[in-house]
């Protein structure tokens, strides 16, 4: 996660303030240690968020497959202010698209955050592939047709103009900030709809949205329902416990994925956990893994916009470290597969069984680390998305895409960014080891 406009992002605790619970061996700084590790085969071109990088920062991938040629597969992903990139499987620029701006120069300009695929939706008289993204400046949703036949530039925007902000009465409380945030899409097996599962930024709220093709081709969006997931938890010695934050802030969530075989969401609260519920919004959510830092108390320091933790009483999970972020769903074909989460304290993955029956069993974790001085790995992942699938002579065991959150670590000045491609092969075997 990282603040907007400038603002100083807060840590939920100083690594030299917490004594991690018992668990895994843990080096310094809370990295969980002796994890696999696998190295990216391509990275895309940086992005940064100064003006010479064009206001971008990257944030979050989806892999979108060309079934009649899958060396002409796609990646696309946010750059935040700075919009939507697509890249080819080689990492390269084949698109950008600039974020709307907002409605007048004093009002928040767009800004996307998450991006997921809709397949095979009914526009006008076909059909086509959907990438859904949040615009976190303007409260909404954005929609763009993918076209493989349009090789220079294959995403169209949709959007039907009537779209209504997410969550916010105007532009008033847009300009807050309190917006669209994490995005997961979602196709009911049963009835045909598609749905974007969309969270809300600084709150803990989920809104379960339907899409509604027009007849025009474009695609908006209803409300269905929203659920609210806790923002402070009863710990094992009743005490009450809330995530240490700026005041009037909740626990986010952001990283979310819905497996297409039951409809079960995976969602992240940032300083939480993992959480396991219906995709539709009803029943009761589950926390499937806690991050290390749960149950830590946190005074906020308004001199230093930082949180000053105590001690840690030990009710914190053992394999994700705050933020848990970058949820996505490895699918084999026999049913079995991955949910990967990244664990954005410690710069590594966790790998959860796919399967619900077993409680989602952690099955290991790994790292993506440097393949040479000039290819770099990732840190502090915000984002990532997997596909199981064969994509041509580059990646024949499918593909794994991760952002890194420092492509140029230790230079102390630009925050520098961008995505890492993985060959998902390599992946299995680090988890098979």
Same mark, same amino acid.
């Given at each position: 996660?990282?603040?907007p406009?400038?603002?100083?992002?807060?840590?939920?605790l100083?690594?030299a303030?917490?004594?991690?619970?018992?668990?895994?061996?843990? /080096?310094r700084h809370?990295r969980?240690?002796?994890?696999?590790?696998?190295?990216p085969?391509?990275?895309?071109?940086?992005?940064?968020?100064?003006e010479?990088?064009?206001? /971008?920062?990257? =944030?979050?991938?989806?892999?979108?497959?060309?079934?009649?040629?899958?060396?002409?597969?796609?990646?696309?992903?946010?750059?935040?202010?700075g919009?939507l990139? %697509?890249? =080819?499987?080689?990492?390269?620029?084949?698109?950008s698209?600039a974020?709307?701006?907002?409605p007048?120069?004093?009002?928040?300009?767009?800004?996307?955050?998450n991006?997921d695929?809709?397949?095979?939706v009914?526009? #006008?008289?076909?059909r /086509?592939?959907?990438?859904?993204?949040?615009?976190?400046?303007?409260d909404?949703?954005?929609i763009?047709?993918i076209?493989?036949?349009?090789?220079?530039?294959?995403?169209?925007?949709?959007t039907?103009?009537?779209?209504?902000? %997410?969550? !916010?009465?105007g532009?008033?409380?847009?300009?807050?900030?309190?917006?669209?945030?994490?995005?997961a +899409?979602?196709t009911?097996?049963?009835?045909?709809? !598609?749905?974007?599962?969309? !969270?809300?930024?600084?709150?803990?709220?989920?809104?379960?949205?339907?899409? *509604?093709?027009t007849?025009? $081709?474009? @695609?908006?969006?209803?409300?269905?329902?929203?659920l609210?997931l806790?923002?402070s938890?009863?710990?094992?010695d009743?005490?009450s416990?809330s995530?240490?934050?700026?005041?009037?802030?909740?626990?986010?969530?952001?990283?979310?994925?819905?497996?297409?075989? =039951?409809?079960?969401?995976?969602?992240?609260q940032?300083d %939480?956990?993992?959480?396991?519920?219906? $995709?539709?919004? *009803?029943?009761t959510?589950?926390?499937?893994?806690?991050?290390?830092?749960? $149950?830590?108390p946190?005074t906020?320091?308004?001199s230093t916009?930082?949180c000053?933790?105590?001690?840690?009483? $030990?009710?914190g #999970? *053992?394999?994700?470290? /705050?933020?848990?972020e970058?949820? +996505?769903?490895?699918?084999?074909?026999?049913?079995d597969?991955?949910l990967?989460?990244?664990?954005?304290?410690?710069? !590594?993955?966790?790998?959860?069984?796919?399967? +619900?029956?077993d409680?989602?069993?952690?099955?290991g974790?790994?790292?993506v +680390?440097?393949?040479?001085?000039?290819?770099d #790995?990732?840190?502090?992942?915000?984002?990532?998305?997997?596909?199981?699938?064969?994509?041509?002579?580059?990646?024949?065991?499918?593909?794994? @895409?991760?952002?890194?959150?420092?492509?140029?670590?230790?230079?102390?000045?630009?925050?520098?960014?961008?995505?890492k491609? %993985?060959?998902?092969g390599?992946?299995?075997?680090?988890?098979? =080891?």
């Open positions: 996660m990282r603040h406009f400038g603002r100083l992002a807060v840590s939920v100083t690594a303030a917490v004594v991690l619970p018992a668990g895994p061996a843990v /080096a809370g969980a240690a002796a994890l696999p590790t696998v190295h085969r391509a990275e895309t071109a940086p992005l940064s968020d100064d010479a990088g064009g206001n /971008a920062d990257a =944030d979050d991938p989806a892999i979108w497959r060309n079934a009649a040629d899958p060396d002409r597969s796609l990646v696309v992903a946010t750059a935040k202010e919009g990139r %697509v890249y =080819d499987l080689d990492a390269r620029l084949v698109q698209i974020a709307p701006a907002g007048t120069p004093e009002d928040a300009p767009g800004r996307f955050n991006v695929l809709v397949h095979g009914k526009l #006008g008289t076909g /086509a592939d959907l990438a859904v993204t949040t615009d976190r400046g303007n909404r949703l954005r763009y047709r076209d493989p036949s349009s090789p220079a530039g294959p995403l169209t925007d949709v039907d103009p009537a779209a209504a902000p %997410v969550f !916010s009465a532009q008033a409380e847009i300009n807050e900030e309190r917006t669209a945030y994490g995005l +899409t979602w009911d097996r049963s009835t045909g709809r !598609s749905y974007a599962l969309v !969270s809300r930024r600084e709150r803990t709220t989920l809104a379960l949205l339907e899409l *509604t093709p007849a025009s $081709g474009t @695609v908006g969006y209803r409300e269905v329902r929203t609210d806790p923002s938890f009863r710990l094992p009743g005490t416990w995530p240490c934050a700026e005041p009037d802030e909740l626990p986010q969530v952001e990283g979310m994925v819905v497996d297409p075989a =039951d409809g079960v969401l995976y969602a992240g940032e %939480v956990g993992i959480w396991r519920l219906r $995709g539709d919004l *009803t029943g959510p589950r926390l499937l893994d806690k991050v290390r830092e749960y $149950g830590v946190g906020y320091d308004e916009e930082e000053v933790a105590g001690a840690d009483p $030990g009710y #999970g *053992t394999r994700i470290s /705050a933020d848990v970058g949820l +996505t769903l490895l699918q084999e074909d026999d049913g597969g991955y990967f989460a990244s664990s954005q304290g410690d710069d !590594s993955f966790a790998a959860y069984d796919r399967e +619900t029956g409680g989602n069993e952690y099955e974790g790994f790292r +680390t440097a393949a040479s001085a000039a290819l #790995g990732s840190e502090e992942c915000d984002g990532a998305a997997v596909l199981d699938q064969p994509l041509g002579s580059r990646y024949p065991q499918g593909l794994l @895409v991760v952002q890194d959150g420092h492509d140029a670590p230790g230079d102390g000045e630009t925050a520098v960014t961008n995505f491609f %993985v060959d998902l390599d992946v299995k075997d680090a988890l098979d =080891d």
